[in-house]
């Protein structure tokens, strides 16, 4: 098993930064890929940004130039640092992590709230 702790989110005004720290602790376990997506009332879950264990990283269009995801190998840590957030940015972000315990297993963080007042 492995588990996921978020931490970061909070109420910011529009133009501020925020930063998400989400570490996976347990055994015996790899990370092949870790992540963030985000869920706004009414809408569907969606990829913002994912890092594979080589360092490739893919964002979503409407966070690239504004948001960075990278990675502590060591900590099993992935963080998403977020500048100049809109209001549209508001919504539940939820750290992902894709491990290797022989087959490939994938883990939900619990989620943290991220509000952007305009």
Same mark, same amino acid.
């Given at each position: 098993?492995?588990?996921? !702790?978020?931490?970061? +989110?909070?109420?910011? /005004? &529009?133009? *501020?930064?925020? =930063?998400?720290?989400? @570490?996976?602790?347990? %055994?015996?376990?790899? !990370?092949?890929?870790? +992540?963030?997506?985000? /869920? &706004?009332? *009414?809408?569907? =879950?969606?990829?913002? @940004?994912?890092?594979? %264990?080589?360092?490739?990283?893919?964002?979503?269009?409407?966070?690239?130039?504004?948001?960075?995801?990278? =990675?502590?190998?060591?900590?099993?840590?992935?963080?998403?640092?977020?500048?100049?957030?809109?209001?549209?940015?508001?919504?539940?972000?939820?750290?992902?992590?894709?491990?290797?315990?022989?087959?490939?297993?994938?883990?939900?963080?619990?989620?943290?709230?991220?509000?952007?007042?305009?």
């Amino acid at each position: 098993q492995v588990q996921l !702790v978020e931490s970061g +989110g909070g109420l910011v /005004q &529009a133009g *501020g930064s925020l =930063r998400l720290s989400c @570490a996976a602790s347990g %055994s015996d376990f790899s !990370v092949k890929q870790m +992540g963030w997506y985000r /869920q &706004a009332p *009414g809408k569907s =879950r969606e990829l913002v @940004a994912v890092i594979i %264990s080589g360092g490739s990283t893919n964002y979503a269009d409407s966070v690239k130039g504004r948001f960075t995801i990278s =990675r502590d190998n060591a900590k099993n840590t992935v963080y998403l640092q977020m500048n100049n957030l809109k209001p549209e940015d508001t919504a539940v972000y939820y750290c992902n992590a894709v491990v290797v315990f022989g087959m490939l297993y994938e883990y939900w963080g619990q989620g943290t709230q991220v509000t952007v007042s305009s």
